[in-house]
């Protein structure tokens, strides 16, 4: 059993004052784009952890079938948020896979590839990589849970800390898409990436 952490807190600085989760991402939003993904996947549970402008995300995402999960301190950065989600995993998790807001660029068949390499490749910890370069999301095992809640939220390096500290448990999954690199970082990052979005959507029956 595998969950997913999504991260939704922060406050888009870079974005010159556009909100990143509900920017239009074709007929839907980021985020809502972000949880179809997650949902079409082989993934057990879905926690999103909101942050800056709360109240309107979760008003976005009624009825859509995923867990919230609150973090105040949400401007001390992504290991707060994680910290905040862990809270709330199943205890029959086996693993958890922290994917990123803003990529919605980033679909269920690379989720569900990546869960695959992680189910038979016997290791603690899957990255996904295109052209030699690390990306996200990860899956990194329950086993490491406690490590992650003692990590200090000042640090800037969110996981790498664990990561580096169990090397050798590190299963690099090739990607033939460059997805798993990019994110919405600034708007000109938001103006070339929507632009890729198919014309056409499968809807939940959550979508309004």
């Known amino acids: 059993m595998i969950s997913a952490i999504l991260l939704a807190a922060g406050e888009s600085k870079r974005m010159a004052g556009a909100f990143k989760p509900l920017l239009k991402w074709g007929k839907r939003t980021v ?18 952890v909101l942050g800056h402008r709360e109240s309107e995300v979760r008003a976005r995402l009624a009825g859509a079938g995923v867990e919230f999960a609150i973090n105040r301190d949400y401007q001390k950065g992504m290991v707060s948020s994680i910290q905040a989600a862990l809270s709330l995993i199943s205890p029959q998790s086996d693993a958890v896979l922290v994917a990123l807001a803003d990529q919605p660029m980033v679909g269920s068949r690379v989720i569900n590839q990546l869960i695959d390499a992680y189910e038979q490749g016997g290791k603690k910890i899957a990255l996904p990589t295109h052209a030699g370069k690390h990306g996200h999301p990860i899956i990194i095992s329950a086993d490491y849970i406690d490590e992650i809640m003692q990590l200090d939220t000042a640090a800037d390096d969110g996981l790498r800390t664990v990561i580096d500290a169990h090397r050798d448990e590190i299963l690099e999954v090739p990607i033939d ?22 014309p056409i959507y499968e809807y939940h029956k959550w979508h309004p």
Do not use: G, H, M
Not at 31 to 48: F, G, M, P
């Open 31 to 48: 985020i809502e784009t972000c949880i179809d993904n997650l949902r079409n996947s082989r993934l057990a549970e879905i926690i999103v």
């Open 177 to 198: 898409s460059p997805e798993v690199l990019e994110d919405i970082d600034r708007p000109e990052d938001y103006e070339r990436l929507s632009k890729q979005v198919e």
